[in-house]
């Protein structure tokens, strides 16, 4: 649609207009190679636990003699299934977001209540854990861009923080104010991510090893839908950590000043 557009507009500049065809395709080559790229990673990691699926309903079968086994096959099928619906759940997640771009049509998103959905998100694991999340700095502020697509993005956070966590341990929710953007950061105390690691964590499907830690429900999506809403609210998304003592998470987002003007207008 795009670049139809674009070189309807150069039509009269001749030479120039071939230039403009040439740039697009290479662009459209890229985007298509991005997409095969993803189907086929989908496929993958879609058949694998299917396959761990099918193979434990054989074992069930087999052990239909032994209780004992037949319950811990049916244990491992359910964690399974679980990640299975959790896996669904993102890619569509992610293919919803590759839709739309916010900066179309922003809306000013509270940053109050859209941090307290993503904390009462993880709050019943989190309280299971005796994991304690806790939310400080500014009141009041918005974000502007898409309140679903920023519930999510904290959200993802949030659900990191408390799964790659300690028990007992404390989670961090922290906003600031800037003159043009609102940062969120997540402080954990958790294991940590290895410096060679931390430039592949928002790759879709990137997992560090999974024998590190407890958590092994996870898809290695969370992180790149993440950056995917940074990247369409024109943020961005940062982290620092230390291996074995805990990482920080700052998702920067465009701020929107409506509120504070009409209170200046007010006061
Ligand atoms: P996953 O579903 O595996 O959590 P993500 O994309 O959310 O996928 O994260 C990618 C990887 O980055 C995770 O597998 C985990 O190893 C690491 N990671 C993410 N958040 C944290 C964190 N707060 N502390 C330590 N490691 C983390």
């Not at 459209?28 to 991005?34: D, L």
């Not at 697509?149 to 929710?173: C, E, F, H, K």
């Not at 928002?202 to 024998?211: C, G, K, L, N, S």
């Amino acid at each position: 649609g795009q670049a139809r557009h674009v070189t309807a507009r150069v039509a009269p500049l001749g030479t120039r207009q071939v230039l403009v065809l040439v740039e697009d395709r290479t662009r459209e080559r890229r985007v298509e190679a991005i997409r095969r790229d993803f189907v086929a990673n989908v496929s993958h990691e879609l058949k694998t636990p299917v396959g761990a699926i099918r193979l434990l309903a054989e074992a069930v079968q087999d052990a239909s003699e032994d209780p004992e086994a037949v319950e811990r096959f049916a244990g491992r099928m359910i964690t399974e299934s679980d990640r299975l619906s959790r896996l669904v759940q993102q890619i569509i997640e992610l293919s919803r977001l590759q839709g739309d771009n916010p900066l179309d049509e922003p809306s000013p998103v509270p940053l109050d209540s859209v941090v307290a959905t993503a904390v009462d998100a993880t709050a019943i694991d989190a309280q299971h854990r005796g994991i304690s999340v806790v939310t400080s700095g500014d009141p009041g502020l918005e974000v502007l861009g898409n309140q679903e697509q920023v519930t999510v993005a904290i959200g993802n956070l949030v659900a990191n923080a408390v799964a790659y966590s300690p028990d007992r341990s404390s989670v961090l929710v922290a906003t600031r104010a800037h003159e043009q953007s609102v940062e969120i950061s997540v402080t954990d105390q958790g294991i940590g991510i290895p410096a060679g690691e931390i430039d592949r964590i928002f790759e879709r499907f990137y997992r560090i090893d999974p024998a590190r830690h407890r958590s092994t429900g996870g898809t290695g999506l969370g992180l790149s839908i993440v950056k995917h809403v940074a990247a369409t609210h024109g943020g961005d998304i940062r982290v620092w950590s230390v291996e074995g003592q805990g990482s920080t998470f700052t998702l920067t987002l465009p701020r929107n000043h409506a509120v504070r003007t009409n209170q200046e207008a007010r006061t």
